[in-house]
Structure formats: structure tokens, C-alpha cells
């Protein structure tokens, strides 16, 4: 398996050897000029989860999955290598961004209590699980090409959803309902619980991709 994932390792270094100094730079920019990591952590998950899922655009151009059937390497060791993989790609790219966030801390003043970054990070990983459960059968089931409209809609459709909440004043109400309840205080705790329940729906979609990549034929 570590073979497997070296190899998505060097296809994820080829797809970016030319984002990756732009990617370190908007990185650090965020970080520093906003003072709060916030969206600098969704900058880097969403660009690093994008190019985890391009990985299947590449080998099913370079029909990896026939020429890995010549091995002997068992379809599910497969899966779990490309499960493992993204997984240790989006967890390096969170582990820079708190590294930085604890950095600006020294140098960058911060005002008002704010949102405390660690409940932040664990609703991160439980979205980028969330997200990786959802995508991972769906590519392995209808292929990267025809995938490619489902996967866009999947993403957008959530983002537009929060959009027109937002300019509904859905949002505000929630957040207003929350506070008088005294759930708000509750929150910190929730988040925290997401990372287990992410890491729960990551192993139910890893069983069904394998499932789904044994009863194909190469």
C-alpha cells in the first residue's frame, strides 16, 4: 500500500508543481494580512481536495487501474491507498495552515473574542471526510468523466443553498434562535464530535467503494 500512495503522492507533486508556490504564497498572505486562518484553511482544502480528485482524472487517462491489474495487488489494497492518500494530503495542507495560524498568533494583534480556531479546524476535517465520502463511490461507480457534472452540482449546489439563506435572512435568524436558547455554548462541543462522525462516514464509504471497484472489470 505505501508504494500505491507514494505513486498518487508524485501524481498530486506533477499536478502541482506549478500551483504549489502560488498556493504557499496565498497561503501566508491570508494568514497574515486577515489575521484569522479561517478562510485561508477553506483556501487550502478546497484547492488540495480538488487536486486529490484530479488524481483520477490522470490515471484514467494513463489506464491505471488495467495496467495495476497486472500486479499482484488485491482492487481493495487499491481503494484504500487513494482513500489514504487524499486524506494525508488534505490533513498536511490543515496541519501548515494551524502551524501558521499558531505563528501569526506572535506577530498579527487579534480583536474581539472571535470563533476559537480549533472548533473551526475539527468542523474542516469533518467536511473534508463529509465530502470524500461522498465523492470517492460516486467516481467509482460512474468513472472521473461522467462523474464530472455530479461532482460539480455537489459541491455547488450546498454553496448556493448558503447563498440565498444568507440573503434571506435565514442565517441571521438561526444564529439569533441559537443564541437565545443558550445552544450556542453547546457548539464548541458539537465540533468536536464532528471529527469522530467524519472519520465513521469516511470507513462506510471506503466499504462501499471497494465494494463498487471489485465488481469492475478492467
Do not use: H
Request: hydrophobic fraction near 55%.
Amino acid at each position: 500500500m505505501i508504494g500505491l500512495i507514494s505513486k498518487d503522492f508524485l501524481v498530486l507533486q506533477k499536478l502541482m508543481r506549478s500551483q504549489i508556490p502560488i498556493l504557499i504564497a496565498m497561503t501566508i498572505l491570508l494568514t497574515f494580512s486577515i489575521g484569522n486562518s479561517t478562510y485561508t484553511l477553506a483556501v487550502v482544502c478546497g484547492f488540495l481536495l480538488f487536486s486529490s480528485i484530479n488524481i483520477f482524472y490522470y490515471d484514467d487517462a494513463a489506464k491505471w487501474d488495467s495496467f495495476a491489474q497486472t500486479f499482484p495487488i488485491k482492487k481493495k489494497t487499491i481503494v484504500k491507498a487513494r482513500y489514504c492518500s487524499s486524506l494525508l494530503t488534505i490533513l498536511g495542507g490543515i496541519l501548515v495552515v494551524t502551524i501558521l495560524e499558531l505563528i501569526s498568533k506572535i506577530f498579527v494583534s487579534r480583536s474581539g473574542n472571535g470563533v476559537s480556531f480549533v472548533p473551526i479546524l475539527c468542523v474542516a476535517v469533518f467536511l473534508v471526510c463529509l465530502l470524500f465520502s461522498i465523492l470517492f463511490p460516486i467516481i467509482y461507480r460512474f468513472g472521473p468523466e461522467r462523474s464530472r457534472i455530479i461532482l460539480t452540482a455537489i459541491i455547488m449546489i450546498p454553496v448556493l443553498i448558503f447563498i440565498l439563506l444568507g440573503k434571506s435572512g435565514a442565517l441571521d435568524n438561526l444564529f439569533t434562535s441559537l443564541e437565545s436558547s443558550g445552544i450556542e455554548s453547546m457548539i464548541p462541543i458539537y465540533c468536536y464530535l464532528s471529527v469522530p462522525a467524519g472519520i465513521v462516514l469516511l470507513l462506510l464509504s471506503c466499504l462501499l467503494s471497494i465494494r463498487i471497484y471489485n465488481q469492475k472489470e478492467f
